[in-house]
């Protein structure tokens, strides 16, 4: 088990305060739940009869083929969209808890700030007039643009970064938000194979540290080698168990159609 | 006639014209920033549309004063402003028209209510003075409000900088970590309005975004750093108010038009000279 981060300390305070509370508690400290729960988007449902738990330090897949409404579900998760139908209960876990790597193309990328001051946005609650950071927070951003090997590149614009490096930027901004519950939008989209590698490992690293990670994810292959549990979306339903006993040939089938592995070249990948 | 004294004494001599350059000064500080957040979020055309909705307002002001009383206009300009921003922010969000597409038909029914109301009421004189400003007319109180707006403006951007910038790069991010991005929307908004209060009186309903748009344009062609950015078109603004009182004074041109184009002509020459600009373009 990785050592002692803020967030550890945390997630192991939570415990012991949910002892406290009795077996009942403890169990659902942290616990993100859904019951029955549907969504819609512009009137139209999305998915319904969703029932299903994420548990605190637990690391889950979001699969399922486009429009099936895996960021939906993120949304539903972090408060943002109201459920049409059922309930969520996120176990005392507030908007402070979560952070989250949006899908990339919603960010102005040509907008002139720095890639410091971009870390620097993941701890915007800690910040001064004009942004200003004290040492411990400039300390905790050269660290963070440091475990994702961007440590060259702090002074640049952001809009002169390649995909590849944004994407870790994003991962280095993540890193400043300390929070307990990782929500990630296809992460790992348009990167080459040793980017994603140091991602994943990240990744892992904060499961490791305790934290509830829950990604969407396009390469099967990613999702049975890390991720223990999963949420098959097809349909408008959903599968929700441990990945190996949803992973089969015929659900995979039943997801995305036709094709006996969709992406034959992600294979390659790992 | 030295260059000293041409500089020199029409700010000597005139009180107008000291009233007429502190103005000036301060509203270029304020609404440089202003101005450089609202092109950064793509927000141009409501800055024009939101000076435009402040014309009722000012004109309601106007009449419940029964004549051209700052205080009134003033506080009618941003209920009106504010109204308008908040009611196409509802309209877009309900409908599916872009948030610009929704204020420009407001802005055009705005105009045309603010010039009626005025004309209905006032001599044409006073619709001069609503929709062109009178900087050679400025008075104390006016030049307190508008460094009180200056001074409100630069201490709440220092505030709220940090998550206005998240909020503009990717909003995504600042609702889900549990930020209020509308807030802070608001609260530029509110910015927005309430510096384009401060340069109605000087510059009138028609122009005072000018002093908001202009010098920003002019400031993102020298640099693409957002802080420096902020500062250079503050700077551009008061330095435009200073060369444009001189040219007006100096050629009896009319002073609020003299020191837009003066904006106007900085930009120009920014365009020409500075590394992303024409030249830039060409190569
Ligand atoms: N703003 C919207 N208005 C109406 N319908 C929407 C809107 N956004 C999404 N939808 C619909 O909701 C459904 C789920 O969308 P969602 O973005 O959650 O899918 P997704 O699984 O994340 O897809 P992708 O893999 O392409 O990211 C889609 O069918 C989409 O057409
Ligand atoms: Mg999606």
């Known amino acids: 088990m ?140 050269a660290t963070a643009l440091r475990r994702v090997n961007l440590e060259g590149q702090a002074e640049r614009m952001i809009s002169a970064l390649s995909a590849g490096q944004f994407q870790r930027l994003l991962f280095a901004r993540l890193l400043m938000t300390d929070a307990q519950v990782i929500v990630l939008d296809e992460p790992f989209t348009a990167l080459d194979a040793p980017t994603t590698q140091d991602l994943l490992a990240l990744v892992c690293e904060w499961h490791a540290q305790g934290r509830t990670i829950i990604a969407v994810l396009h390469d099967i292959h990613q999702i ?18 441990r990945t190996p006993d949803i992973l089969t040939p015929v659900t995979l089938q039943r997801a995305y159609g036709g094709a006996r592995d969709p992406w034959p070249e992600t294979g390659m990948q790992a | 006639m030295s260059i000293l004294s041409t500089l020199w004494d029409p700010f000597a001599s005139f009180g107008f014209m000291r009233r007429a350059l502190v103005a000036s000064v301060t509203l270029g500080m304020g609404a440089g920033p202003v101005g450089v957040m609202l092109q950064l979020r793509r927000m141009s055309l ?60 407001f802005y055009l029914t705005s105009l045309a209510l603010g010039v009626l109301i005025v004309s209905a009421r006032g001599s044409n004189i006073d619709l001069l003075h609503v929709l062109f ?39 995504g991010f600042m609702r889900m970590t549990g930020g209020q991005g509308g807030l802070y929307h608001m609260a530029f908004l509110f910015l927005v309005v309430i510096n384009l209060v401060a340069g109605f009186e000087a510059l009138g309903t028609l122009m ?46 009319a002073a609020g038009p003299s020191i837009i184009l003066t904006c106007s002509v ?4 920014s365009l020409v000279t500075s590394p992303t600009g024409l030249r830039a373009a060409r190569s």
């Not at chain 1, 049975?224 to 959903?238: E, K, N, S, W």
Request: proline letters at 4%; charged letters at 10%; one cysteine or more.
């Open chain 1, 2 to 141: 990785v050592a002692a981060s803020g967030l550890h300390d945390r997630a192991m305070r939570g415990v012991v305060g949910t002892d406290r509370m009795g077996r009942g508690g403890a169990m659902t400290h942290g616990t993100i739940r859904l019951e029955n729960a549907a969504a819609t988007m512009g009137g139209q449902p999305v998915w319904q009869h969703v029932s299903g738990s994420f548990s605190p330090g637990s690391m889950t897949a979001i699969a399922g083929a486009n429009g099936t409404g895996k960021s939906t579900l993120l949304r539903v998760i972090m408060g943002e969209l109201p459920l049409a139908l059922g309930t969520i209960t996120r176990g005392g876990l507030g908007p402070r808890d979560f952070g989250y790597l949006p899908q990339a193309r919603i960010i102005d990328r040509n907008f002139p700030i720095s890639v410091t001051d971009m870390v620097l946005g993941g701890a915007w609650r800690q910040t001064g007039a004009f942004g200003g950071a004290d040492r411990t927070v400039r300390l905790r951003a």
């Open chain 1, 224 to 241: 049975r080698t890390c991720f223990p549990d999963i949420v098959l979306l097809h349909a408008g339903q959903a599968t929700w168990g």
């Open chain 2, 46 to 105: 409501i800055g024009d549309a939101m000076s435009h909705a402040i014309l009722p307002g000012a004109a309601i002001g106007f009449l419940l004063a029964g004549g051209l009383s700052l205080t009134a206009m003033g506080l009618g300009g941003i209920v009106a402003g504010l109204g308008v921003a908040l009611l196409a922010g509802l309209v877009s969000r309900r409908t599916q028209l872009a948030e610009d597409a929704s204020f420009a038909s």
């Open chain 2, 133 to 171: 400003g009178t900087i050679l007319g400025i008075d104390a109180p006016a030049l307190y409000l508008m460094g009180g707006i200056t001074t409100l403006t630069i201490a709440l951007l220092s505030i709220i900088w940090r998550p206005l910038v998240m909020e503009c790069v990717d909003p």
């Open chain 2, 208 to 253: 005072s975004v000018g002093m908001m748009m202009v010098p920003a344009a002019t400031a993102r062609l020298w640099t693409r750093r957002l802080l420096p950015m902020m500062a250079l078109s503050a700077l551009t603004g008061m330095v435009a108010g200073l060369i444009g009182l001189l040219v007006s004074y100096h050629f009896r041109l």
């Open chain 2, 266 to 269: 900085l930009y120009v020459l």
